[in-house]
């Protein structure tokens, strides 16, 4: 698994999930992917065997050899019903207005066969007193504003029970699993706040 330097430190840790899915559910046949909120295209360098296909507000960066990123919005996906044998959304589901969200994971699941894997930080305590901390020292450090976290603040973050029961009423069997690393999220946001604050020590921001 191949990590880009400018991503930030948990990104790949997000996608560990769609990789024991993807390899518990499918085994070694090549599948359809898609990817919806990633301007990268990283499960094309994850799943370079498989079709893989991103959708995104905007593209960035080069893509991986083979993948295909698209132009488009989660709440009106370019594809038929059934498209994908697995679908994933990874860090999107929390930056979309509240009363948008039922609509992006009815899209979702509309365009897959199979499993569909979304990836967020769900309404808690915890959550949101650590979303905080980092938030008021990046703005101490940098002078400006968070933006992903500044847009969690506008939007909400999402609820864990109303989504359960959305898919319920879809008559959608959910599973949840927990992440379990939020103290390590913390500390290793706040000394990459830390490092901002300073032009001699933003070149070791990669490191983390």
Known sequence: MRQRLTD???HYSRYRYV???RDTAFGSEPIRLLDVGDPFGHVGELFPGDDTVSVDLFTEGPGPPGHRRLIGSGLELPFPDGSFDLV???DTYEHIPDDLRRGFVEELLRVGRGPVLVVAPFADPRTELCERLVGGYFV???GRPL???EE???CGLPSLAGLLEHTGRLGVEADVYGDLWLDQWLG???VRCHLLGDRSTEPLIPLL
């Open 188 to 190: 290793l946001w706040l």
């Open 147 to 149: 933006p992903p976290l």
């Open 140 to 142: 101490a450090r940098t």
């Open 152 to 154: 969690h603040r506008a």
């Open 88 to 90: 994933v959304s990874h």
């Open 8 to 10: 930030s430190f948990d």
């Open 19 to 21: 990789i024991e899915l």
